[in-house]
T-cell receptor, first 115, second 115 residues
Framework: KAGVTQTPRYLIKTRGQQVTLSCSPI?????VSWYQQTPGQGLQFLFE???????NKGNFPGRFSGRQFSNSRSEMNVSTLELGDSALYLC??????????????FGEGSRLTVL | QQQVKQSPQSLIVQKGGISIINCAYE??????FPWYQQFPGKGPALLIA?????SEKKEGRFTISFNKSAKQFSLHIMDSQPGDSATYFC??????????????FGAGTRLAVHP
């Protein structure tokens, strides 16, 4: 069974630009969560999508947004990039959501560098 | 109150020794406590998880000890091996803060097991 696939793996942007990251969950998983990982702040929850609906959102500004498609694939977008947005963005899929906890399967991440 | 405090930040253990990582939390609503293992260049992977209705859970060489009254939980790695060298994250979640897929992570512990 293929794991969680994230693209691109590495990208470099300049301040003010926007970026779109893509995530393909494990087949059959309908929940996709996004996390930001930085040396200073660690792993922080961005948002979760289930059946094309955003279920939860973390404490990030509105510049961070996401969506999920009918095939459960998800994208996240960061607009007006700032230097502090440089991070590893991790996508995780799960077969369960809400009241039922499930193992989160993480991808290898997309490493964003903002210059 | 949403924080999970993890210690130590780094840990060096000899092969065959016991590695112990501790976490503490404040939010008494947390009721799901997973541990994730992350190797360089990879996403985190679930190692073991516990709910507060049990005080200990063991899977192979990995054991979670849970102290509900002290609001603390710890990971013990018995017979530590060089292949266990990785960064370990404790986490917590609750249905009431957005569901179990919204994990609050500790800052991480970098474990090095020397041969």
């Amino acid at each position: 069974k293929a794991g969680v696939t994230q693209t691109p793996r590495y990208l470099i942007k300049t301040r003010g630009q926007q970026v779109t990251l893509s995530c393909s969950p494990i087949s059959g998983h309908r929940s996709v969560s996004w996390y930001q990982q930085t040396p200073g702040q660690g792993l922080q929850f961005l948002f979760e999508y289930f059946s094309e609906t955003q279920r939860n959102k973390g404490n990030f500004p509105g510049r961070f947004s996401g969506r999920q498609f009918s095939n459960s694939r998800s994208e996240m977008n960061v607009s007006t990039l700032e230097l502090g947005d440089s991070a590893l963005y991790l996508c995780a899929s799960s077969s369960k959501t809400g009241t039922r906890s499930g193992e989160l399967f993480f991808g290898e991440g997309s490493r964003l560098t903002v210059l | 109150q949403q924080q999970v405090k993890q210690s130590p930040q780094s840990l060096i253990v000899q092969k065959g020794g016991i590695s112990i990582i501790n976490c503490a939390y404040e939010n008494t609503a947390f009721d799901y406590f997973p541990w994730y293992q992350q190797f360089p260049g990879k996403g985190p992977a679930l190692l073991i998880a516990i709910r507060p209705d049990v005080s200990e859970k063991k899977e192979g060489r990995f054991t979670i000890s849970f102290n509900k009254s002290a609001k603390q939980f710890s990971l013990h790695i018995m017979d530590s091996q060089p292949g266990d060298s990785a960064t370990y994250f404790c986490a917590a979640s609750t249905l009431f803060s957005g569901g179990y897929n919204k994990l609050i992570f500790g800052a991480g512990t970098r474990l090095a097991v020397h041969p």
